[in-house]
């Protein structure tokens, strides 16, 4: 084991920090990934959500990389604390994204298990973020970025097309975030650790 | 004198991206009768009002157009449509949305080595390594790639086909002796995208006395 048995102020390397970091930031990838394809196979086809799905995600006032170029020249810090204002953002909506999901019609168990457990696991993932911020960080940690969500209300409307397309979009937004935070910490990752030579 | 007709609605066949920081766009032209016709590619980007023109038509060769670094977005969603227009009118095709995030294909692996290995205390082994396909920048983290290969004897039918994540070596034991065998390597990007064409075929002849 890293830390054995009894070593008082054992602390993970940067380096261990950031495998683990990374790993769970694949998994919480994986399984949004897999949530918005069964959601879409199940709910979604043939209702034209992807058009309608368009700059609606509540993150989308956080300005993040869009490309290699933009990813590699941001200073590591402001990428460190985009991650982490984007992890923040999704703990409200997956809070209630875990306990609303149970309300969609014959909601298969393969959904509502991994809403769960993505929620727990994007808790893990913001606490090892905050360890590696801390590590990280030369001044004083600047003001918390975090985007707040209002989507409770639209993922318990009556009509269930408005309903659906309410889940389809968090589910689509989620993903997309994910995929960003996973990889934003592979570039993090190569550049601290492995000095761009992954 | 045949009827001249307006021409038919074009139709986007596909986009791709070969290392997710560039991608292309084709499609089918429409038919239009015999007369001139012209085809614009025109596109929107998520959160913008402004429709664009496709910004190169020739890089990628006939009824194509490219998106280099400076037009490609990720974690954005393209919306793309393609309009022919001849002297007696236009038709648009049906709107293509597009992620570039998820339509990464790479170019097969490339500086495959086979090498036979004879260890003391353990049976002989073939041992592989790959390189990535020189476009894709992993080093940088920004393209994490995963890979698969597959071997048959050359006179078999059946691949067998093996995972091997993100690692660029294999050591393969329990081959037959006397037996040559063909093999092949992929790869795709984590999570989304398609795979590689396989790399070209490479033999290797495992001795008798191996």
């Known amino acids: 084991p890293i830390c054995p048995n009894g070593s008082v102020n054992c602390q993970l390397s940067l380096e261990e920090l950031f495998d683990r970091a990374v790993k769970l930031s694949h998994y919480i990838h994986y399984l949004s990934s897999e949530m918005f394809n069964e959601f879409d196979e199940r709910y979604a086809q043939g209702r034209g959500f992807i058009a309608k799905a368009v700059n609606s995600c509540h993150t989308a006032s956080l300005t993040t990389p869009e490309d290699k170029e933009q990813a590699q020249q941001i200073h590591h810090e402001d990428l460190l604390n985009l991650i982490l204002g984007v992890l923040r953002s999704w703990n409200d909506p997956l809070i209630h994204l875990a306990s609303e999901v149970q309300r969609i019609k014959e909601a298969p168990e393969t959904i509502l298990w991994k809403a769960v457990e993505i929620e727990e696991q994007n808790k893990r993932l913001l606490e090892g973020m905050e360890k590696i911020v801390g590590r990280v960080h030369s001044g004083e940690v600047e003001n918390e970025i975090y985007t707040p969500w209002d989507g409770l209300p639209s993922l318990q409307l009556a009509d269930e097309d408005s309903r659906l397309f309410a889940f389809y979009n968090l589910l689509h937004c989620l993903r997309r975030d994910s995929h960003k935070i996973d990889n934003y910490l592979k570039v993090l990752k190569c550049r601290l650790i492995h000095d761009n030579n992954c | ?210």
């Open chain 2, 1 to 210: 004198p045949k009827e001249q007709l307006p021409p038919e609605k074009p139709i986007i066949i596909k986009c791709r991206s070969p290392e997710k920081e560039t991608f292309t766009c084709w499609w089918k032209p429409a038919s239009a009768g015999g007369l001139l016709t012209k085809h614009t590619l025109l596109y929107s980007k998520e959160g913008e009002e402004k429709v664009y023109e496709c910004p190169d038509y020739k890089t990628a060769g006939p009824n194509s157009c490219y998106f280099d670094k400076k037009h490609t977005s990720f974690w954005t969603i393209y919306n793309i449509t393609v309009r022919a227009t001849n002297e007696m009118g236009s038709n648009v095709s049906d709107p293509h949305y597009v992620d570039v995030t998820y339509i990464v294909q790479p170019d097969p692996p490339v500086n495959i080595t086979l090498e036979l290995k004879k260890s003391i205390k353990r049976k002989p082994y073939l041992v592989l390594t790959w390189s990535p396909p020189p476009q894709a920048d992993v080093r940088s983290g920004w393209l994490t790639l995963e890979y698969e290969l597959r071997l048959k004897p050359e006179e078999g039918e059946e691949w067998e086909t093996i995972f091997v994540g993100q690692q660029t070596q294999c050591k393969m034991f329990s081959l037959n002796p006397g037996k040559k065998y063909i093999v092949q390597i992929h790869c795709k990007p984590d999570h989304h995208g398609l795979w590689s064409e396989w790399s070209p075929e490479m033999y290797i002849e495992i001795p008798t006395d191996f």
